[in-house]
């Protein structure tokens, strides 16, 4: 499933009676290449919730069915990953992150598309405020 | 990967974590006594007004040395040292504004820039200077950049270089020529550079 598409779908509890919101980003933890949350967005003044991706029961392509939250608000540190920049652990830039595609059951990242070609998940290291790091297969390549 | 590259550049570059954070970013380039390699970086904060940390950035806990940013595995490869210390040891590395004489007691030049193989190597490979009039041909109006490899030989004496004579044989003024064949006399296994 690609990172695109999820984004802006409904977000629904199961029964598909109450509508929680619309996905507005999916927060990646890199160095397990998986998706760990999915951030919610409730409305233009009631802010946005966190759901670990545990919480997802289905997904599809006409929306989300989610457990409802239990807990506060997660204080898990989210980075965008769609449009970071993209730099090999040699320290150079390898354009910026169109879109990624992952396993919605385990939340696994596939790949990830940039603006320099595909690159396989396993290849990811790290994703912070400054850029999506990967490895290097080799100097001059993604 | 030994792309050379070139110190001026290298200032204002950030300093990023294999997790994707930025932790700092360069200010100056700190060379050994002898000008062989690159022993470590002075660093400034993350923003623009920030100003220097007290802390260094030994080449050691580099994990590589690329064109768009320093890599390093986390936050802990940073060393905390005063600030007075991290000013002293970039003044002593600081190669930019010394003189460069031959063996011979000709003068080269000035350095204006230095070039280092980037990656895991940090290696010093080759000036850029203004060079004396004596050295290049031609208008004696224009000015004159040329870079000179930095040879086995050179010697450090306070700002003065002292590079062999025949060092000067391979002056030139164009960088992907002198790449080129830099790259050549690496591959054919003689060393570097004469």
């Known amino acids: ?3 695109s598409r999820v984004r802006g779908l409904p977000v629904l509890a199961p029964g598909g ?4 919101g ?9 160095a397990s290449r998986t998706v760990t949350h999915v951030r919610v967005r409730r409305g233009r003044l009631r802010g946005e919730i966190v759901l670990a991706l545990g919480a997802v029961e289905a997904a599809g392509p006409d929306g989300l069915i989610v457990r409802p939250p239990d807990g506060g608000p997660s204080a898990t540190p989210h980075h965008d990953l769609l449009g970071s920049r993209v730099l090999t652990e040699c320290g150079e830039e390898r354009g910026t992150v169109l879109d990624a595609a992952f396993d919605p059951a385990d939340g696994r990242i596939e790949a990830v598309l940039t603006t320099f070609g595909e690159v396989p998940g396993d290849r990811l290291l790290g994703l912070g405020d400054h850029a999506l790091v990967v490895r290097s297969r080799r100097a001059h390549h993604l | 990967m030994n792309e050379l590259m070139a110190v001026r550049g290298l200032t204002t570059l950030p300093v990023v974590t294999l997790g994707g954070d930025v932790v ?3 200010k100056d380039t700190v060379f050994d006594a002898s000008a062989t390699r690159i022993t470590g970086f002075t660093l400034t904060g993350r923003t623009l007004l920030s100003g ?4 260094d950035l030994p080449w050691p806990a580099v994990h590589c040395l690329g064109h768009h940013a320093v890599m390093v595995r986390g936050r802990e490869a940073l060393v905390d040292v005063p600030l007075s210390v991290a000013r002293r040891d970039a003044l ?10 031959t063996d ?8 204006l820039d230095v070039l280092v193989e980037g990656g895991t190597s940090g290696r010093l490979v080759a000036f850029r200077l203004a060079a004396h009039r004596d050295l290049v041909h031609g208008s004696r109006h224009r000015r004159h950049r040329v870079y000179v490899p930095r040879g086995e030989a050179l010697s450090a004496s306070g ?7 025949h060092a000067t044989a391979y002056v030139t003024d164009d960088l992907p020529g002198f790449t080129a064949r830099a790259g050549a006399r690496h591959d054919r296994g003689r060393g570097v550079l004469p």
Request: aromatic share 2%.
């Open chain 2, 159 to 165: 700002r003065t270089l002292v590079v062999p004579a």
């Open chain 2, 92 to 101: 002593r590395g600081r190669l930019l504004g010394a003189q460069v004489v």
């Open chain 1, 22 to 30: 619309t996905v507005r980003a999916l927060t990646v933890d890199a």
């Open chain 2, 24 to 26: 700092a970013h360069v």
């Open chain 2, 104 to 111: 011979a007691g000709d003068t080269v030049g000035t350095v």
């Open chain 1, 1 to 3: 499933m690609l990172f």
């Open chain 2, 52 to 55: 220097p940390v007290p802390q």
């Open chain 1, 17 to 20: 009676a109450d509508h929680l």
